[in-house]
């Protein structure tokens, strides 16, 4: 009892520490500042929303912590929760910029990942692979699978990325050369295949497969220059012996640490730790859900630039992407993606947020299904913050999310008997 008090304890001050700070800084931002005056409004401050937010925090906190912790899914929702649910519920209590329907769009979502993955589908009759087997399949397909990489990327890598420097130039470089392979491949093997590989080494003790993998998560990120396949690496080691509330409890506890260091060192003139994380991954995404929602208002595209591309025609010159980028940021080559709400919008209005909701929601009922570690969390946590920050079909296509649930119905389903 006293660990579900302390969790949510934190998750209270998190939220109110969020909220004060937004308000106080939101409109010192020149991107804020110049959708407000497109809006020709301001991002002001409403009491009586402050309550409903309030009032609907402690909701979604009471579900929260009302799910099997040792299921997949208490994981799964409290970080959509910290990422996704509390920003909107922030955003919310600016009554001059923030829509109601936009925050309805975010509780449906959280609501319908809380009653989804209530049910339960067998895999039962699905045959399952040995883990020492799956290993040294992993290690072939990635072994193979890297060759045409270093063949093209191979002449062009910077060491220097290793230190986060030349970042940009090489991420230029390095497009002028992808082909759909590397499109297709990239993140199956660096957030996937790879992390998979060394998290079996590990529980098998195989110390040489340890260090091969985090060797070949090095290289893929000298041939990307992508530095979430350094935190992904990271991610993956921490998340290894934790359990699903003790990851939650980690996770709420460190980001309320963070958010108290950038707060001090905001007061002493440098605040690159707040944009960094809490303006960059909280509060950008809510700004895009703004205009994404302005921009596509009355006018979706039907998925004309996904899989329905062959059938109905793109009306516009730029990609959904870089259209925000110009409209807003004055920057066409800007990518300017978000997550499945965005996405959903975009595509086909409300109904296409609500049809994103369900397919997401199916998908984590089927993992949560599966009686799945949490030292394999960390693999998971990098298709959630997919999921929250890009568009859905291409975390399914491109970020692995289809063989994820694969590979967690035949590798990582552990089966009582």
Do not use: C
Request: net charge positive; aromatic share 22%; hydrophobic share 55%.
């Amino acid at each position: 009892m006293k660990i579900k008090l302390n969790a949510k304890f934190y998750f209270s001050i998190y939220f109110f520490t969020l909220l004060y700070f937004y308000h106080d800084v939101i409109n010192t931002y020149f991107y804020w500042r110049y959708f407000a005056y497109l809006k020709e409004t301001i991002f002001d401050f409403s009491w009586l929303r402050f309550v409903v937010a309030s009032v609907i925090f402690y909701i979604n906190l009471y579900f929260l912590f009302k799910k099997d912790k040792v299921k997949i899914i208490f994981s799964v929702l409290a970080i959509f929760f910290i990422l996704v649910t509390i920003p909107s519920l922030i955003a919310f209590t600016s009554k001059n910029i923030y829509p109601i329907k936009l925050l309805i769009y975010h509780q449906v979502l959280f609501f319908s990942l809380y009653f989804f993955s209530s049910f339960k589908v067998s895999f039962d009759k699905f045959p399952g692979i040995k883990k020492n087997q799956a290993l040294i399949v992993l290690f072939g397909i990635t072994t193979i699978g890297i060759i045409p990489y270093l063949l093209v990327y191979g002449p062009y890598i910077n060491l220097n990325n290793l230190l986060l420097k030349d970042i940009y130039q090489t991420r230029a470089v390095m497009s002028g050369l992808s082909n759909p392979y590397f499109g297709y491949t990239y993140s199956l093997f660096t957030k996937i295949i790879i992390p998979l590989l060394i998290v079996f080494a590990i529980e098998q003790r195989k110390w040489h497969f340890v260090f091969i993998g985090i060797f070949y998560l090095i290289l893929f990120y000298l041939f990307g220059a992508h530095k979430t396949v350094y935190i992904g690496l990271v991610v993956v080691l921490i998340f290894y012996k934790l359990s699903y509330l003790g990851l939650v409890r980690k996770i709420i506890k460190y980001s309320n640490l963070l958010l108290f260091a950038s707060i001090v060192l905001a007061f002493y003139g440098s605040d690159d730790l707040w944009i960094l994380i809490f303006r960059r991954v909280h509060f950008l995404p809510t700004l895009l859900d703004l205009q994404y929602l302005d921009f596509f208002e009355g006018k979706p595209l039907y998925w004309s630039n996904s899989f329905l591309k062959g059938i109905i025609d793109y009306p516009y010159d730029l990609k959904h992407a870089k259209l925000i980028g110009d409209a807003y940021y004055d920057n066409k080559e800007m990518n300017a993606n978000n997550g499945l709400i965005s996405d959903g919008y975009m595509n086909f209005g409300s109904l296409g947020v609500f049809i994103n909701t369900l397919i997401i929601s199916f998908y984590f009922m089927f993992l949560n299904s599966l009686n799945i570690s949490s030292k394999y969390f960390g693999v998971f946590f990098l298709v959630v913050i997919a999921f929250i920050s890009s568009s859905l079909f291409t975390v399914f296509l491109t970020h692995g999310a289809i063989a994820l649930l694969l590979l967690s119905i035949f590798l990582l389903n552990e089966k009582e008997n």
